[in-house]
Nanobody, 125 residues
């Protein structure tokens, strides 16, 4: 599967932004999807994940729980990350990722097989 992330930009602290990730291929529903981010000088870190069917089967990093929401639309081959109450600490390049045919709640980047190119989110204070 090929992934294309979009929707990044500059936003003020307290604002909101929605990231989108478009996936190619006809087997999108067989992939668990994840969002990761990487700030300058830091390692890539897990943000959110969603099961193959979506719905309530989602999991989040503690740092974004209650502020970010991951969702997917299998009919459109899309996954989204709604980000609210943004802070300068959320500034990073955000990546969408995919792993096929698993039921595990992966949070390590090494567990995901496919990656998009990243989209930059900058939160100003």
């Amino acid at each position: 599967v090929q992934l294309q992330a979009s929707g990044g930009g500059l936003v003020q602290a307290g604002g909101s932004l929605m990231l989108s990730c478009a996936a190619s291929g006809r087997t999108f529903s067989s992939y668990r999807m994840g969002w990761f981010r990487q700030a300058p000088g830091k390692e890539r870190e897990f943000v959110a994940g969603i099961s193959r069917s979506g719905g309530s089967s989602t999991w989040y990093a503690d740092s974004v729980k209650g502020r970010f929401t991951i969702s997917r639309d299998n009919a459109k081959n899309m996954v989204y990350l709604q980000m609210n109450s943004l802070t300068p600490g959320d500034t990073a390049v955000y990546y969408c990722s995919a792993v096929q045919n698993t039921n595990y709640f992966y949070t390590r980047s090494a567990d995901y097989t496919y990656w998009g190119q990243g989209t930059l989110v900058t939160v100003s204070s």
